[in-house]
């Protein structure tokens, strides 16, 4: 049986946590409001240019370079896998899920035959895949928490990406990610961002589409394909920075979510030890009592 002294240090120490872990997540509760917007007013944005990317591309427009960013090369021989992860952890299974889905599905690509590379986003992606699969890893990117996802390192990213397609290092890119859903929901997703995964509309599509948001089908100036060219590189760089805001939400969210079951854990913790010591403590005083009655009697 633990003594008081020893049953006092663990009320302590649990104390000691759960205060930490209450106030993690009265910060990630702080952060998840705005990364929640952020994320949420992102995707009617990157929808939207999705849409206009379909209807650009249902005109036949053909061609080489950067049209094949929509199209593609016509291979399906290499791939390029960016999971996406946290700096840090204490959040729950976040991180874990997108290493787990991103194995598999490294996997089921290499029994196909398909060469693989990988792009890792988040110290808990680097750290994991660097165990299982150095070689893969062809770049990292890390700390992109500290100051909140931002357009300028998705834009670096995206150029890094599009140099590899050019230079033939791999015929498809694909992010895993952890899609915001709610505060305590996450979804692991997977989104192909070359060549673009969109549908290709044709005009009675269109048509239908603009009648009912009362507008005109586009007109292009100067061209379809001028458009198209200038489009395609930004639409990379803004999916990624929409991937980038629904992980941090996500993120938040998971952390809020297991620092409040942590706290309540610890609540519970420390109840179960106040019981233990109290019960201790009477155990230890009826003691001391039946000694004292029993020596006065032996007088």
Do not use: W
Request: contains cysteine.
């Amino acid at each position: 049986m633990p003594s008081l002294k020893d049953l006092r240090t663990q009320i302590n120490s649990v104390s000691s946590t759960k205060k930490i872990t209450s106030a993690m997540k009265m910060v990630a509760a702080s952060k998840l409001r705005r990364s929640q917007e952020r994320a949420e007013a992102s995707r009617p944005y990157s929808s939207r240019m999705e849409e206009m990317l379909s209807s650009l591309a249902s005109s036949g427009i053909s061609g080489e370079g950067v049209i094949n960013l929509l199209k593609g090369n016509g291979k399906e021989d290499s791939y390029l896998i960016i999971p996406v992860t946290a700096d840090r952890g204490l959040c729950g299974g976040f991180n874990s899920n997108i290493n787990r889905e991103t194995y598999k599905f490294v996997k089921k690509l290499e029994s196909e035959k398909k060469k693989v590379k990988i792009l890792t986003i988040g110290k808990k992606s680097r750290d994991f895949f660097n165990k299982i699969f150095k070689d893969k890893i062809i770049n990292s990117y890390i700390d992109l928490g500290t100051t909140g996802a931002g357009y300028e390192k998705a834009l670096e990213i995206s150029n890094y990406i599009q140099k590899q397609y050019f230079e033939n290092n791999f015929d498809i890119c694909k992010i895993i990610f952890n899609k915001f859903k709610s505060a305590i929901t996450q979804e692991v997703s997977h989104q192909q961002i070359i060549p673009l995964d969109i549908k290709i509309s044709n005009e009675e599509e269109i048509q239908n589409s603009n009648e009912k948001e009362n507008s005109s089908i586009y007109d292009y100036e100067p061209d379809e394909k001028s458009i198209l060219e200038d489009l395609l590189p930004k639409n990379i760089a803004i999916q990624i920075f929409k991937v980038l805001l629904e992980s941090d939400a996500g993120e938040q969210g998971a952390r809020m979510a297991a620092m409040d079951n942590a706290t309540r854990n610890a609540g519970e913790m420390i109840d179960n030890l106040t019981l233990k010591y109290n019960r201790t403590r009477q155990a230890f005083i009826t003691k001391e009592l039946i000694e004292i009655i029993s020596g006065a009697e032996s007088v």
